[in-house]
């Protein structure tokens, strides 16, 4: 078969993947594949189980298994394991992409299903997959492949989603909400004549940072990730944030303890920040916080501005 007739029928296949359901994929690379797995080490990375990994992580990797064609050439034989694998792969790829959350309980494959932009974009980023490692084995006649797509960076699957959803009339239309304000100040009643003076309280510590301790919930990454008041008040909206920002480094960190979060948040320049814990789910991708956490971290975010520039950790179960 020629380069562009395979390229046509990857092509199709790989459209096809995209807007069905996800269909199990073999994922397991067999102990004769020992290169594969010392290349993931040398690399530490590690295979990519699910869409929330892919958030975590930032990237997508995935192997892909194939057996030859009956008969023909050992050359052939070759090829038609490889290129079975990486059907395989372009299979499992289809699956993670589709299965991503954008914001609230909305996936990728629910806007595909909506856009046929964002359906072409995202053929186009499975098909764009790198392979980044192949094996053969003559022995017993099985090849596997290797494939990643950055969720990060220039071309990954946040920058595609941008570009194609979220910045366009529909994912609009999904992340409006109304934005967190200060409530008005209530009236005091006048002190009495013979009241105590107030001793002055200490200075508030400064934060640049937020933590958001969501262990208690069944709390899911996405690519725009919110904290709500208990009003429905939008107080943290990645959709506001830069999309420079948002593509290099996403809406926020993910990590299973408050430390790891700490370490997370100081990567992104914040040093001193506050940990709140989450008080229940909008949606599953959407966070509530006490009425009281609420104004604690806007009037931080005042002086520090850490939630336009992302520094945000969500720490999950």
């Not at 208990?230 to 506001?240: H, N, Q, R, T």
Request: charged share 20%.
């Amino acid at each position: 078969m020629n380069t562009v007739k395979t390229s046509a029928v990857i092509g199709a296949l790989v459209s096809l993947l995209s807007a069905i359901s996800p269909a199990s994929a073999d994922r397991i690379v067999s102990g004769d594949f020992d290169q594969g797995k010392t290349w993931m080490e040398k690399r530490n990375l590690d295979l990519t189980d699910s869409p929330q990994e892919a958030l975590t992580d930032g990237y997508i990797l995935v192997v892909g298994q194939g057996l030859p064609m009956a008969g023909g050439s050992p050359a052939r034989q070759k090829l038609t394991a490889i290129r079975a694998a990486e059907i395989t792969a372009y299979r499992r790829l289809a699956e993670i992409i589709n299965g991503v959350y954008v914001s609230g309980q909305t996936t990728v494959r629910d806007c595909s299903l909506e856009s046929e932009v964002v359906k072409t974009a995202v053929s186009g980023l499975i098909k764009g997959a790198r392979k980044v490692h192949e094996e053969w084995n003559p022995v017993d006649g099985t090849a596997v492949v290797f494939m990643q797509i950055g969720v990060r960076g220039a071309d990954g699957v946040a920058e595609a989603m941008y570009n194609n959803y979220i910045n366009a009339a529909p994912g609009r239309a999904l992340l409006k909400a109304v934005a967190y304000t200060l409530p008005s100040p209530m009236p005091v009643a006048a002190a009495p004549a013979a009241a105590p003076v107030a001793t002055a309280a200490a200075p508030i510590e400064p934060h640049d940072g937020l933590i958001i301790d969501a262990r208690e919930l069944g709390f899911q990454p996405a690519l725009i990730n919110r904290i709500f008041s208990s009003k429905g008040e939008a107080l943290y909206d990645p959709s506001k944030v830069s999309q420079k920002i948002l593509v290099e480094q996403g809406a926020g960190e993910y990590t299973n303890t408050v430390e790891k979060a700490r370490a997370a948040l100081e990567a992104r320049g914040a040093k001193m920040p506050m940990v709140v814990k989450a008080t229940g789910l909008k949606t599953m991708a959407d966070l509530n916080v006490s009425d009281e956490d609420v104004m604690r971290i806007f009037l931080a975010d005042q002086k520090s501005n850490f939630l336009a520039s992302a520094k945000v950790a969500f720490v999950l179960k």
